[in-house]
């Protein structure tokens, strides 16, 4: 029995020997003398039972669980309501969220500042963003942000939200689920499969589907085909997008840093998804899934003309242009085993995967510098490769605790992965800005689901190495090695005392380690007088979490009300630590460990569904957030205000008329870390849509944003701007506009 397993062989299986295992005790062991091996779920199908479309969450725990049966918040947006939103990228996806938002700042960069440059920038969960969220696309990290003087590379556009079965998003540490970077929350994004296109009794079928977006006049198309066959199933997922510059308010139509419009913008996007699924027998299945994606932007910088004059030197700007491209691809093998007559073993998923992402950005610039003509060329190159394998098994069993019936699923299983990181830079010296390097994640985790009558409880824990070898060939820095490691717990429990009240809490540690151009960081402009250094001495940041609610549901009513704070410890953040700036005297700049920061909030959910037709939800979130260093207190920057959100919704049998508004408080001035930034005024946006099937298999929907037209701008996109800035428009978010799709199953 499992109780009676040794750990070091529990661990030693967890490398693929398990599942090899259980291939061999399915073929020899006759289905009639199989023992059924109760399972977790017991308890919970009762509840699925009284509520038919459970949500399902896989991030919050690994494992499957309704979102209601987890001790901390997840929401999950499935393929559906993405396509009806008319959504074109993440941050369409999270536009009416209480506490994500999506930091895009508007294209208006120059050759020397590379601000606004990354795109859909990262995910920002209750404050921390960045590479502080892990970021997962089928259990696989998306590469690691990055920025540095003229270039900046995002996170956000590595996700593809064409190809999403769901998008799923945890708050609060995700360490002792995944290891380093979950140290906000995790957001994963899980792939299309075959079954997902073909209807009951098909062996071919599919989609396509075609839409347009005003916001950006963008056009996408997207063509989805599937087929089963024996034991084969395949998958083949193609989308084009194709568009320009994104919208605002500004009118200011000039050549020039006073420009206020957007600087125009030729974009392209295709995106390709292949699986072949082989079902080997009714336990055993292997997938087999080969991705790659894209996105290249052409941008006329008009805002980047004129001069500018500096230390007595003035430089004139004639034309600037931008060209910016992204990619990435993977492949993946998957072995799954799901036999709940298993002895001991129920469930379990192998992957190895290897994933290579490149951004490339090249800016030729024609300038004179002291009237004399002085073009200028900068092309940057960063990449990641990440080789990894990741597996988890499961077993069910039934245990008495204190004489009283428990039903417990354990998990436990092993994460591996190696990336090799590199980046060249061509038109400034020296090339490199950190040396390429080896970075290597490793960890081991155990997680148990006690359910006890009413109560569930979440024990957790997680062990985790890293190592960074960076290689000194190319770089003139001082290149130091770095590794470490962490053990970060979880405790979580729910208690469902009445169907209308259910109170839970979630206990948390989580990390993340540095990565390697915080640790080897260096570069020096003397004419500019400033230089940036590695510091070999960085640690990991920490965080300690406690999360606390309420949840429940009674007749058509389900609410929530949540409170959390967050606790950080050695927060990383680039400081001044020497220098004035002055000739001899450059300023310094470097990666160093914060004593702390802290963010605490609160959130309230409800949804009431008034009878079969109509349905309303609304929202609050409320977080506070500073940062701390020698005692001094700084309110950290990345707190969004407060936000609000109520919507209706009405559903017929083939149609369906939506409205929603999205409320923003003002940015208090004692809010913010600088009184001179700009502090965005209150805004409502109101958003209306509506879906329709003609036909079985024709769908259309049509959304129209920002109904009012409202003039406003978003904190995410505009904090750090300076109040005195004469164009502020520009960083408005877009006016009203339109978004409309259909699509045809067949």
């Known amino acids: 029995m499992l109780r009676k397993t040794p750990l070091a062989l529990a661990l030693g299986m967890a490398w693929g020997v398990a599942p090899m295992l259980a291939v061999a005790q399915t073929a020899a062991a006759p289905t009639s003398q199989a023992v059924p091996v109760p399972t977790l779920t017991a308890a919970a199908d009762a509840r699925a039972k009284a509520d038919p479309l459970p949500e399902i969450t896989v991030t919050a725990t690994r494992t499957p669980r309704r979102v209601d049966d987890v001790p901390n918040t997840v929401t999950v947006t499935p393929a559906a309501a ?86 799923e998003v945890l708050r609060g540490p995700a360490s002792t689920q995944y290891g380093s970077d979950g140290l906000a929350g995790a957001v994963s994004l899980r792939t299309l499969e075959p079954a997902d296109l073909l209807r009951r009794g098909q062996s071919f079928g599919g989609f396509v589907r075609a839409g347009y977006a005003s916001v950006d006049t963008s056009w996408n198309t997207t063509l989805g085909l599937a087929g089963r066959s024996g034991s084969w199933q395949g998958l083949l997922l193609a ?8 919208k605002n308010q500004g009118e200011v139509d000039a050549l020039d840093a006073t420009r206020t419009r957007p600087n125009p913008v030729d974009a392209s996007s295709p995106s390709l998804l292949g699986k072949a699924i082989y079902t080997l027998n009714d336990a055993h299945q292997f997938v087999f899934t080969l991705e790659g994606q894209q996105r290249k932007q052409d941008t006329e910088v008009y805002s980047g003309r004129g001069s500018t004059t500096s230390r007595g030197v003035t430089t004139t700007v004639t034309d600037m242009d ?7 691809e993977r492949v993946s093998l998957e072995h799954r085993y799901d036999d709940d007559a298993g002895t001991w073993l129920q469930r379990a998923k192998t992957q190895i995967y290897l994933q290579d992402a490149k951004v490339h950005q090249l800016t030729l610039t024609e300038r004179s510098v002291a009237a004399v003509d002085s073009p200028l060329s900068r092309d940057y190159d960063y990449r990641q490769k990440v080789i990894g394998l990741s597996t988890q098994l499961e077993s069910n069993f039934k245990a008495n605790i204190a004489g009283i019936a428990s039903t417990q699923r354990l998990s436990y299983g092993l994460d591996v992965s190696r990336t090799e990181v590199t980046g060249e830079f ?99 402009n003397p004419t500019q007088f400033y230089t940036s250094i590695g510091n070999p001495d960085l640690k990991a940041e920490r965080a300690e979490s406690i999360e606390a609610g309420i949840r429940g549901k009674q007749g058509g009513l389900r609410y929530q009300l949540t409170g959390y704070d967050n606790r950080y410890k050695d927060f990383i953040s680039q400081q001044v630590v020497g220098g004035t700036g002055a000739p001899g005297d450059p300023t310094i700049f470097q990666y160093i460990n914060l004593n702390n920061a802290r963010i605490r909030g609160i959130e309230a959910r409800a949804e009431w569904q008034l009878d079969q037709a109509w349905r309303l939800n609304a929202g609050t979130a409320l ?40 409320h923003a408080q003002q940015k208090a001035s004692t809010r913010v870390s600088s009184a001179s930034y700009f502090k965005t005024p209150a805004y409502t946006v109101f958003d209306v849509g509506a879906s329709w099937k003609p036909l079985p298999n024709v769908s259309l929907n049509a959304n129209l944003n920002n109904l009012f037209n409202e003039t406003y701008w978003r904190w995410s996109d505009v904090r750090g701007l300076a109040d005195s800035s004469t164009v502020k428009d520009a960083y408005t978010a877009p006016g009203r506009n339109v978004q409309v799709s259909m699509r045809y199953d067949f």
């Open 82 to 167: 993405i396509e009806k939103s008319g959504a074109r990228d993440i941050k369409d996806v999270f536009r009416d969220e209480l506490d994500i938002t999506v930091r895009a700042q508007p294209t208006r960069f120059s050759s020397s500042g590379g601000a606004a440059r990354a795109g859909n920038e990262g995910i920002n969960i209750r404050g921390l963003e960045g590479n502080q969220v892990l970021m997962l696309v089928d259990g696989i990290r998306v590469p690691n942000a990055f920025s540095f003087g003229p270039i900046g590379t995002g996170r956000g556009d590595f996700l593809n939200i064409d190809s999403a079965q769901t998008i």
């Open 239 to 246: 989308t084009q997008r194709q568009g320009h510059e994104l």
């Open 322 to 328: 931008a060209h910016d491209k992204l990619q990435r």
């Open 426 to 524: 061509t038109g400034i010296t020296p090339p490199k800005l950190f040396p390429d390097t080896k970075y290597t994640l490793a960890g081991a985790f155990a997680q148990g689901e006690i359910e006890i009558g009413s109560l569930t409880i979440i024990p957790g824990v997680r062990v985790d190495s890293y190592k960074l070898e960076p290689d000194a060939a190319g770089y003139t820095g001082t290149a130091v090695s770095l590794s470490g490691h962490a053990a970060t717990p979880r405790l979580g429990a729910i208690w469902r005392l009445h169907p209308g009240f259910a109170p839970f809490i979630n206990l948390a540690r989580g990390y993340r380690a540095p990565t390697p151009d915080q640790v080897n960081n260096g570069f020096a």
């Open 623 to 662: 977080s506070r957030g500073y940062s701390e260093v020698g005692g001094a207190r700084t309110p950290l920057d990345s707190i969004e205000p407060l936000r609000s959100v109520l919507g209706v919704r009405y559903e017929a049998p083939t149609w369906e008329l939506r409205a929603s508004a999205l």
